[in-house]
Protein backbone atom coordinates (compact mmCIF):
# COMPACT_ATOMS: atom_id res chain seq x y z
CA UNK A 1 0.00 0.00 0.00
CA UNK A 2 2.84 2.55 0.79
CA UNK A 3 2.90 2.82 -3.69
CA UNK A 4 0.56 6.02 -2.39
CA UNK A 5 3.48 7.68 -0.62
CA UNK A 6 5.88 7.02 -3.33
CA UNK A 7 6.77 10.18 -4.70
CA UNK A 8 4.86 12.20 -3.17
CA UNK A 9 5.74 15.55 -2.45
CA UNK A 10 4.89 16.29 1.28
CA UNK A 11 5.56 19.42 3.26
CA UNK A 12 6.00 19.06 7.26
CA UNK A 13 6.50 21.83 9.51
CA UNK A 14 8.20 21.90 12.68
CA UNK A 15 10.68 19.12 11.44
CA UNK A 16 13.24 20.24 13.44
CA UNK A 17 12.45 17.83 16.00
CA UNK A 18 10.29 15.55 17.74
CA UNK A 19 7.46 14.53 15.61
CA UNK A 20 7.46 16.24 12.52
CA UNK A 21 11.60 14.81 12.26
CA UNK A 22 10.00 11.34 12.92
CA UNK A 23 7.61 11.67 10.18
CA UNK A 24 10.15 13.18 7.80
CA UNK A 25 12.29 10.17 8.01
CA UNK A 26 9.87 7.46 7.95
CA UNK A 27 7.77 9.12 4.94
CA UNK A 28 11.34 9.39 2.99
CA UNK A 29 12.45 6.22 3.88
CA UNK A 30 8.75 5.00 2.17
CA UNK A 31 9.44 6.94 -1.32
CA UNK A 32 8.46 10.47 -0.27
CA UNK A 33 9.97 13.77 -1.35
CA UNK A 34 10.03 15.60 2.10
CA UNK A 35 9.96 19.48 2.83
CA UNK A 36 11.32 20.07 5.82
CA UNK A 37 10.28 23.76 7.43
CA UNK A 38 10.90 24.82 11.06
CA UNK A 39 13.02 28.13 12.39
CA UNK A 40 15.79 26.30 13.65
CA UNK A 41 17.69 26.41 10.03
CA UNK A 42 20.70 23.85 10.75
CA UNK A 43 18.21 21.41 12.22
CA UNK A 44 16.59 20.74 8.80
CA UNK A 45 19.65 21.31 6.78
CA UNK A 46 20.97 18.82 8.58
CA UNK A 47 18.06 16.32 8.56
CA UNK A 48 17.47 17.11 4.92
CA UNK A 49 21.66 16.27 4.30
CA UNK A 50 20.58 12.77 6.23
CA UNK A 51 17.94 12.04 4.34
CA UNK A 52 19.42 12.76 0.92
CA UNK A 53 22.65 10.92 2.12
CA UNK A 54 20.64 7.82 2.44
CA UNK A 55 19.04 8.47 -1.11
CA UNK A 56 15.73 10.45 -0.34
CA UNK A 57 14.83 13.68 -1.66
CA UNK A 58 14.59 16.60 0.80
CA UNK A 59 14.57 20.15 0.67
CA UNK A 60 14.69 22.38 4.14
CA UNK A 61 12.69 25.92 4.24
CA UNK A 62 13.24 27.80 7.07
CA UNK A 63 10.14 29.11 7.89
CA UNK A 64 8.22 30.98 10.95
CA UNK A 65 4.51 29.68 10.85
CA UNK A 66 3.39 32.68 12.47
CA UNK A 67 4.39 35.07 9.73
CA UNK A 68 2.12 34.47 6.77
CA UNK A 69 4.75 35.69 3.98
CA UNK A 70 6.84 32.91 5.19
CA UNK A 71 4.41 30.11 5.26
CA UNK A 72 3.68 31.24 1.07
CA UNK A 73 6.92 31.29 -0.22
CA UNK A 74 7.19 27.68 2.05
CA UNK A 75 4.55 26.25 -0.64
CA UNK A 76 5.62 28.66 -3.35
CA UNK A 77 9.10 27.20 -3.01
CA UNK A 78 7.84 23.59 -3.18
CA UNK A 79 5.56 24.28 -6.32
CA UNK A 80 8.37 25.98 -8.09
CA UNK A 81 10.93 23.05 -6.87
CA UNK A 82 8.90 19.89 -7.39
CA UNK A 83 5.70 21.22 -9.67
CA UNK A 84 2.84 20.12 -6.96
CA UNK A 85 2.49 19.77 -2.99
CA UNK A 86 0.51 16.55 -2.32
CA UNK A 87 0.23 16.73 1.62
CA UNK A 88 1.22 19.77 3.65
CA UNK A 89 1.49 18.14 7.51
CA UNK A 90 0.65 21.31 10.23
CA UNK A 91 2.44 19.50 12.73
CA UNK A 92 4.91 23.26 14.35
CA UNK A 93 3.01 23.36 17.69
CA UNK A 94 3.78 24.76 21.63
CA UNK A 95 2.69 23.69 24.35
CA UNK A 96 3.45 26.16 27.48
CA UNK A 97 0.74 25.13 30.75
CA UNK A 98 0.22 27.29 33.20
CA UNK A 99 -3.09 28.10 35.43
CA UNK A 100 -4.88 31.19 34.26
CA UNK A 101 -4.50 33.25 37.19
CA UNK A 102 -0.48 33.50 36.49
CA UNK A 103 -1.09 35.24 33.32
CA UNK A 104 1.65 34.49 31.01
CA UNK A 105 -0.33 36.63 28.31
CA UNK A 106 2.46 36.30 25.99
CA UNK A 107 2.86 32.40 26.12
CA UNK A 108 -1.18 32.85 25.32
CA UNK A 109 -0.30 34.68 22.52
CA UNK A 110 2.64 32.31 21.19
CA UNK A 111 0.48 29.64 21.28
CA UNK A 112 -2.35 30.81 19.85
CA UNK A 113 -0.41 32.17 16.85
CA UNK A 114 1.80 29.06 16.49
CA UNK A 115 -0.89 26.20 16.94
CA UNK A 116 -3.98 28.05 15.17
CA UNK A 117 -3.15 30.69 13.14
CA UNK A 118 0.10 28.64 11.72
CA UNK A 119 -2.43 26.04 10.55
CA UNK A 120 -4.21 28.65 9.24
CA UNK A 121 -2.12 29.99 6.89
CA UNK A 122 -0.60 26.49 6.09
CA UNK A 123 -4.17 25.70 5.00
CA UNK A 124 -4.81 29.03 3.44
CA UNK A 125 -1.23 28.78 1.18
CA UNK A 126 -1.95 25.32 0.23
CA UNK A 127 -5.75 25.04 -0.78
CA UNK A 128 -4.92 27.27 -3.71
CA UNK A 129 -2.46 24.98 -5.87
CA UNK A 130 -4.67 21.66 -4.13
CA UNK A 131 -7.74 23.13 -5.85
CA UNK A 132 -5.48 23.35 -8.58
CA UNK A 133 -4.83 20.47 -8.58
CA UNK A 134 -8.05 18.45 -7.73
CA UNK A 135 -6.00 16.63 -5.32
CA UNK A 136 -3.83 16.43 -2.49
CA UNK A 137 -4.35 16.04 1.63
CA UNK A 138 -3.93 18.10 4.42
CA UNK A 139 -2.51 16.85 7.89
CA UNK A 140 -2.74 18.72 11.11
CA UNK A 141 -2.04 17.63 14.19
CA UNK A 142 -4.01 18.09 16.78
CA UNK A 143 -3.87 15.85 20.57
CA UNK A 144 -5.46 14.15 23.36
CA UNK A 145 -5.78 17.59 24.71
CA UNK A 146 -8.15 18.22 21.52
CA UNK A 147 -10.32 15.90 23.30
CA UNK A 148 -10.13 17.14 26.77
CA UNK A 149 -9.26 20.17 29.15
CA UNK A 150 -6.67 19.91 31.97
CA UNK A 151 -5.95 22.18 34.69
CA UNK A 152 -3.58 24.20 33.67
CA UNK A 153 -4.50 23.66 29.95
CA UNK A 154 -6.76 25.49 29.53
CA UNK A 155 -4.95 27.67 26.52
CA UNK A 156 -3.13 24.39 24.72
CA UNK A 157 -6.11 22.89 25.02
CA UNK A 158 -8.43 25.33 23.82
CA UNK A 159 -5.79 25.67 20.65
CA UNK A 160 -6.05 22.11 19.88
CA UNK A 161 -9.80 21.84 20.18
CA UNK A 162 -10.00 24.78 17.32
CA UNK A 163 -7.25 22.39 15.40
CA UNK A 164 -10.19 20.03 15.23
CA UNK A 165 -12.38 22.83 14.92
CA UNK A 166 -11.12 24.10 11.70
CA UNK A 167 -10.00 20.34 10.13
CA UNK A 168 -13.59 19.10 10.67
CA UNK A 169 -15.12 22.67 8.65
CA UNK A 170 -11.62 21.93 6.46
CA UNK A 171 -13.02 18.39 5.71
CA UNK A 172 -16.38 19.54 4.77
CA UNK A 173 -15.50 22.39 2.39
CA UNK A 174 -13.06 20.91 0.49
CA UNK A 175 -15.15 17.57 -0.61
CA UNK A 176 -15.83 19.53 -4.92
CA UNK A 177 -12.07 19.46 -4.80
CA UNK A 178 -11.50 15.88 -4.22
CA UNK A 179 -9.04 17.01 -1.02
CA UNK A 180 -8.55 14.74 2.04
CA UNK A 181 -8.30 16.05 5.53
CA UNK A 182 -6.61 14.33 8.50
CA UNK A 183 -6.46 14.83 12.48
CA UNK A 184 -3.82 13.05 13.88
CA UNK A 185 -4.25 13.32 17.92
CA UNK A 186 -1.55 11.72 19.88
CA UNK A 187 -0.78 11.67 23.85
CA UNK A 188 2.17 11.60 25.54
CA UNK A 189 5.35 11.34 23.34
CA UNK A 190 8.66 11.69 23.96
CA UNK A 191 10.08 15.13 22.30
CA UNK A 192 10.75 18.50 23.07
CA UNK A 193 7.61 20.03 23.49
CA UNK A 194 6.97 19.97 27.47
CA UNK A 195 10.39 21.23 27.47
CA UNK A 196 9.10 25.16 26.74
CA UNK A 197 6.77 25.13 30.27
CA UNK A 198 7.66 28.14 32.05
CA UNK A 199 5.22 27.89 34.96
CA UNK A 200 7.66 25.59 37.35
CA UNK A 201 4.84 23.50 39.14
CA UNK A 202 3.20 22.97 36.00
CA UNK A 203 6.34 21.81 34.63
CA UNK A 204 7.32 19.39 36.85
CA UNK A 205 4.64 17.70 36.83
CA UNK A 206 4.15 17.30 32.93
CA UNK A 207 8.20 16.40 32.89
CA UNK A 208 7.55 13.61 35.43
CA UNK A 209 4.14 12.35 33.78
CA UNK A 210 6.29 12.29 30.44
CA UNK A 211 9.65 10.69 31.77
CA UNK A 212 7.02 7.91 33.31
CA UNK A 213 4.21 7.75 30.53
CA UNK A 214 5.57 9.10 27.32
CA UNK A 215 6.14 6.97 23.80
CA UNK A 216 8.52 7.08 21.41
CA UNK A 217 7.77 9.40 18.11
CA UNK A 218 7.11 6.59 15.68
CA UNK A 219 3.69 5.65 16.43
CA UNK A 220 2.93 9.12 14.82
CA UNK A 221 5.41 8.64 12.22
CA UNK A 222 3.37 5.18 11.66
CA UNK A 223 -0.09 7.00 11.34
CA UNK A 224 0.86 9.44 9.16
CA UNK A 225 2.18 7.43 6.84
CA UNK A 226 -1.08 5.18 7.69
CA UNK A 227 -3.18 8.48 6.36
CA UNK A 228 -1.47 8.77 3.81
CA UNK A 229 -0.88 5.29 2.13
CA UNK A 230 -4.57 4.73 2.06
CA UNK A 231 -6.58 4.37 -1.82
CA UNK A 232 -7.20 8.24 -2.95
CA UNK A 233 -11.01 7.45 -2.28
CA UNK A 234 -10.58 7.03 1.36
CA UNK A 235 -10.15 9.64 3.79
CA UNK A 236 -8.34 8.87 7.02
CA UNK A 237 -10.19 11.38 9.36
CA UNK A 238 -8.40 11.21 12.36
CA UNK A 239 -6.48 9.10 14.30
CA UNK A 240 -6.20 9.19 18.38
CA UNK A 241 -3.79 7.60 20.16
CA UNK A 242 -1.57 7.64 23.43
CA UNK A 243 0.31 5.53 25.47
CA UNK A 244 -1.48 2.26 27.04
CA UNK A 245 -0.91 3.66 30.70
CA UNK A 246 -1.80 7.31 29.80
CA UNK A 247 -5.53 7.98 31.21
P1 LIG B 1 8.77 19.61 19.68
O1 LIG B 1 8.88 20.73 20.64
O2 LIG B 1 9.80 18.56 19.69
O3 LIG B 1 8.60 20.16 18.20
C1 LIG B 1 7.89 21.33 17.92
C2 LIG B 1 8.23 21.72 16.51
O4 LIG B 1 7.47 22.89 16.17
C3 LIG B 1 9.69 22.06 16.34
O5 LIG B 1 10.16 21.50 15.15
C4 LIG B 1 9.69 23.57 16.26
O6 LIG B 1 10.73 24.02 15.39
C5 LIG B 1 8.34 23.82 15.59
N1 LIG B 1 7.88 25.19 15.80
C6 LIG B 1 7.57 25.78 16.96
N2 LIG B 1 7.24 27.07 16.74
C7 LIG B 1 7.37 27.28 15.40
C8 LIG B 1 7.19 28.39 14.56
N3 LIG B 1 6.81 29.59 15.03
N4 LIG B 1 7.41 28.25 13.24
C9 LIG B 1 7.81 27.04 12.74
N5 LIG B 1 7.99 25.96 13.48
C10 LIG B 1 7.78 26.08 14.80
O7 LIG B 1 7.33 18.95 19.98
P2 LIG B 1 6.50 17.81 19.24
O8 LIG B 1 7.26 17.22 18.16
O9 LIG B 1 5.97 16.95 20.30
O10 LIG B 1 5.28 18.66 18.68
C11 LIG B 1 4.80 18.55 17.37
C12 LIG B 1 3.28 18.73 17.41
O11 LIG B 1 2.70 17.63 18.10
C13 LIG B 1 2.81 19.98 18.12
O12 LIG B 1 1.75 20.56 17.40
C14 LIG B 1 2.31 19.44 19.45
O13 LIG B 1 1.34 20.28 20.03
C15 LIG B 1 1.74 18.12 19.01
N6 LIG B 1 1.57 17.12 20.07
C16 LIG B 1 2.64 16.63 20.74
C17 LIG B 1 2.47 15.71 21.75
C18 LIG B 1 3.59 15.19 22.56
O14 LIG B 1 3.34 14.58 23.62
N7 LIG B 1 4.84 15.34 22.16
C19 LIG B 1 1.12 15.22 22.12
C20 LIG B 1 0.06 15.79 21.31
C21 LIG B 1 0.29 16.69 20.33
P3 LIG B 1 11.63 25.34 15.58
O15 LIG B 1 11.72 25.60 17.06
O16 LIG B 1 12.94 24.97 14.95
O17 LIG B 1 10.89 26.41 14.83
Not at 155 to 167: E, L, M, N, W
Not at 228 to 243: G, K, S, Y
Request: proline letters at 4%; hydrophobic letters at 40%; charged letters at 20%.
Amino acid sequence: MNENIKGKVIIITGASSGLGEAAATHLSGLGATVVLAARRSARIENLAKAITDKGGNALAVTTDVTDKVQVQHLVDTTVDTFGRVDVLINNAGLMQQSPLDSGKLEEWDNMIDINIKGVLYGIAAVLPQMQQQKSGHIINVSSVAGHKITPAGSVYCATKHAVRAISEGLRQEVKPYNLRTTIISPGAVDTELPNHITHEASAEGIQGFYQHYAIPAEPFARAVAYAIEQPEEVDINEVLFRPTAQA
